[in-house]
Every structure is written in structure tokens, then in C-alpha cells.
């Protein structure tokens, strides 16, 4: 779509950068949202127009949204730790500050990025579709303030000209993660990586490219796509156990795990969220209840519809994914 106009909120974050990049490259005339002036400024160097804002300043949402074409919803709080006001803020506010921003500027379309979090139970899952019935309740504040959300956006679309579709990526990794891979890797340089189960449960996980390719696909498709989510994954599940295999073998680290009994796993991050909502601030624990969830319990997607729907084929596997994340960490980090 070059020559059109693209607004990026969390233009300053994983996805959205690589994203706001991504556009630039194929012609579009970009501007990112974000909070970090630092980034910003980098992007601004780089041609992309840089908005320092904080979302939940519905003003400043509105102001941005003007002229523009298509609104890439990246920005949130994706944490395992946090109070609910704070997640609702980040998450259902600022997504309703933007859609109202998109209303009041007659922005086409709006595409969000939602998370497969809300399918999350204490069972293992697999090959999950997008139209199941979701778990009556979330499993913490993140999954249940994205889901709602996602049903902010579905509204908007059911109650107006704006066309929404909302993508549930699944692990992102590659180069500028900060979370998933970097997590696992100070793990390992402290006292190992936690392993429940032998490591064999079944997870997807997503290149940040692959990610980036979906959502401009999805700015692209036909209207009758739009109006729901769709599952963005590798297409490739693998066990966790094989993910951290080649991933250390690429880094040409040791690998040292701690293989603990997922009861025993439970009880001690239930031990460790209390003591840090005791403590001044309530700083994140070094492992959460739901952590140790995500590491126990296999949960792995069905893509089919973004595949028939949005023309997605993820162009990255996961081994060039890996390698391509190693060679940046051994390079930078």
C-alpha cells in the first residue's frame, strides 16, 4: 500500500518497531507512537515520524489519528506482574482512546494486537481455533484486560464504517526481544532454567517478522475478513525443552537447567508473588504462578484462518528465527 498513511502505537516497542520499519521499507508514509524519546529520536533519524505520547492521554490519541489511513494497535502492558488498575489503564483504556481516535478522524481501518493469552487454562491445549468458547475467567490481569480490549475493538466495528480485525500472535522472538529468549538466557547465567516436566511441553511460538508480515496482511485484506481475530503463530510447535537446546547450542552456551516438580513450582511462585506484594512497590517476582504455567503446560494454535483469510505464510522458520536471534545477542548483548 505505498503512499498510504500508517499510525503505530508502541512504535517504540518489539513488535511495533519492527513493524514501523516494515512499513517504511514498503512505502508507507509511517508515524510511531510511543514513550521512550530515546528510541523515538532514532526513528525519527531513520524517517519515521515520532509521537511521545502515553496512551492513556486520550487528547493526544485523538491528535495523532488525524490523517491517517490505517491504525496498527501494538502498544500494552504484556507483563506477568502488575496491579489491574495498571493494566486496564495501559490496555482497555488507551485501546478505547484509539478507537475513539479512529472514529473522530474517519481512519479506515484499525488493526490491533491482541494475545493468545486469554486462551490460557491450567491444561494442556492444543491446535486451538480461534471461534472455541474462551475460559470463563482469565488467568491474570493481562489476559483479561487484552480480552476486553478485543471486545472494544470487535464493538467498534459491529457499531461503525471502521473495519477492525484483531491478530493474536503467540511467543514473538528475534532480535530486540526483551522478554521471552533474554529471560531464559539470565535464567541460565543464575541458578539455571526452571524445567517442569521434563521441558516436553508443546509450545508455538512466532518470529518478529513473521508477526510484523501478519499485521500488514491483515491492513490489506478484504472487508470480509475483518470483524474478528485470527491465531498467528510459526505453524511449527515444538517442545520447550528442544527450543532451549538449539537455542544454547547456537549461542554456544552451556545450557543448565533445574528440573523442579510443577506442584513444587506452583507453591514456590505463589511464595514469591506474596513476598513481593509486600514489599515496597510490589517489585516482579523472580517467577510468577503463570510462568511456571507457560513453561508446564502445552498450548499450540490454529492458524488455518490467517492462512485462508489474510494470505499469511510464515517466511521465517523457527531455526533461522534462532539463528538469526543468536547472532544478534552474540553481536550485541
Partial sequence: MKGAKALVTGGTGFLGGSLAYKLRDEGWEVAAVGRNAGTGKRLENDGIRF?????????TVR????GVDTVFHCA?????WGTYREFYGHNVEATRHVIDGCLQHGVRRLVNVSTPSIYCTNEDRFNIHELEPLPPKQVNAYAATKRLAEEAITAAH????LETVSLRPRGIFGPGDTAILPRLIRANSRSGIPLFNGGRALLDLTYVDNAADALVLAAAAPTAAMGRAYNITNGEPSRFIDVLTKLFQLLDIPMRTLRLPFLFGKSLAAAMEGAARLRPGQPEPVMTRHT??????????????ARELLDYSPKISMEEGLAIFAYWWRTTQ
Fill in 63 to 66: 491528535e495523532a489519528c488525524a
Fill in 158 to 161: 459491529n457499531r461503525s464504517d
Fill in 292 to 305: 511456571v504455567s507457560l513453561l508446564s503446560i502445552s498450548q499450540t494454535l490454529d492458524i488455518s484462518s
Fill in 76 to 80: 500494552a502492558l504484556s507483563s506477568p
Fill in 51 to 59: 509521537v511521545q505520547a502515553d496512551l492513556r492521554d486520550q487528547d
